[in-house]
């Protein structure tokens, strides 16, 4: 039985908050970075700030991811009033984890960027939840959206930057050290996301009946 709504509305409102601010993040310093002249695997993967261009992106990078571990923090905490589905909770820790990592460690600018362009999904589910709340009727159009918004953010926006970071980062195969375990939390990531694809697809073509 899912869990009272009353329950989940502050973690949908903070969640909403959330993904609008690293859309928009994403969106916007995206095209920057891939922008920069090379070499451009120190910007990307380091973090450098070699020119005012790259300090201030890198900083930029810092404020957003500061901003992320502190929501899912958060939300945990929200959460834990609600009972969430077990895969709910691994994404949460798992991508805590992964943004403390490149916190301390001030790597993995670029892959911090493609990760948050996955919160544009996010737009689309929790627009079916507030529909859903507000005792509107299911829309197909919104289900196809979501699903269409995660396969590209989220499996095919997500697994090209995977390759490319697990290709080009130095530090993957550098010396042992705690960020060493970025490459298979990462990877754990991304199966989560193909797990949840399949999902997705399930509900986006089961007929109206059978969605709840």
Known sequence: MPPPR?????????SSLNALH?????????????SLPPPTAPAFYECSRSTPTEAKLADAVHLSASLF????????????RASPPPSTLLHHLLFLALTLLQLRSERSCLPFLWLALGELSTLFLNARWFLRACGGKRSRALDVLFALAFFGA??????TGLFFFLRDDPNVLGRWELWQVTAPLLAAGYVLNLAWMRKIVGVALRPDEKVS
Not at 25 to 33: A, C, T
Request: proline letters at 5%; charged letters at 10%; aromatic letters at 12%.
């Open 6 to 14: 009353h329950l989940l509305l502050p973690s949908y409102l903070l």
């Open 22 to 34: 690293l859309s928009f993040v994403s969106l916007s310093l995206l095209p920057r970075y891939l």
């Open 69 to 80: 571990a502190l929501y899912l923090a958060l939300d945990l905490l929200l959460l834990s």
């Open 154 to 159: 989220r499996v095919l926006g997500y697994g």
